[in-house]
Nanobody
Framework: QVQLVESGGGLVQAGGSLRLSCAAS????????MGWFRQAPGKEREVVAA????????YYADSVKGRFTIARDNAKTTVYLQMNSLKPGDTAVYYC???????????????????WGQGTQVTVPS
């Protein structure tokens, strides 16, 4: 079992930055690929970024490429999402997820993830 707790959400003006954190507890953190997903009101949940267990492979949705950065610290069992140049379209609840993937594999598919955090709200007013 893996427990995930997100933090760092909030309200930020367009063009601003936020850093989300996801602290994991449970089994060996580096055995898990990690992902950030988001769900805006009235929309389906979508992948934002993902990172392999080794940290060496990453994936970004086209909508956030060049603005968001995913990183992990396996020693601290934490994954981060640095969000820059935020836009109103980034407003959503952001979820952290963990999936038992091969160490160098990254997945953008929700079905690859077994454990989910409770979510943290990010609001960028228009």
């Amino acid at each position: 079992q893996v427990q995930l707790v997100e933090s760092g959400g909030g309200l930020v003006q367009a063009g601003g930055s936020l850093r989300l954190s996801c602290a994991a507890s449970g089994r060996t953190f580096s055995n898990y690929g990690m992902g950030w997903f988001r769900q805006a009101p009235g929309k389906e949940r979508e992948v934002v970024a993902a990172i392999s267990g080794s940290g060496g492979t990453t994936y970004y949705a086209d909508s956030v490429k060049g603005r968001f950065t995913i990183a992990r610290d396996n020693a601290k069992t934490t994954v981060y999402l640095q969000m820059n140049s935020l836009k109103p379209g980034d407003t959503a609840v952001y979820y952290c997820a963990a999936g038992h993937l091969q160490r160098y594999i990254v997945s953008y598919r929700e079905a690859s993830y077994d454990y989910w955090g409770q979510g943290t709200q990010v609001t960028v007013p228009s």
